[in-house]
């Protein structure tokens, strides 16, 4: 059984840090990319990067670049995500979410298991 467990979630204040984790177990052995994305209230899921089986790193979201930071440890199946100058507009429910992995760093757009998501409220 596949599943994706984010922890690490909750309120700060503007220009604070949290760090994310996302504890997996289950995945079939093709699905080694892990995604994180965000989705605030009335708007669409987005993502925010992914991180590939060895490490590589994409953010397509220009919003988090040089402030948030995807990372992995294999050893304990754990992808984690490092928010750091949180501002309000990054207030969102998180959710980690692991696709099909091609090679060393390819990744799926599309991911097909996802967690129940965390909550990340950032205060002015």
């Known amino acids: 059984q596949v599943q994706l467990a984010e922890s690490g979630g909750g309120s700060v204040q503007s220009g604070g840090s949290l760090r994310l984790s996302c504890a997996v177990s289950?995945?079939?052995?093709?699905?080694?990319?892990l995604a994180w994305f965000r989705q605030a209230p009335g708007e669409e899921r987005v993502r925010v990067g992914h991180?590939?089986?060895?490490?590589?790193?994409?953010y397509p979201d220009d919003s988090v670049k040089d402030r948030f930071t995807i990372s992995r440890d294999n050893t304990k199946s754990t992808v984690y995500l490092q928010m750091h100058s949180l501002k309000p507009e990054d207030s969102a429910m998180y959710y980690c979410a692991a696709a099909k992995s091609y090679g060393g760093s390819g990744c799926s757009t599309v991911p097909d298991y996802w967690g129940q998501g965390t909550r990340v409220t950032v205060s002015s």
């Open positions: 991180i590939s089986r060895d490490g590589f790193t994409i």
């Open positions: 289950g995945l079939p052995d093709d699905y080694k990319c």
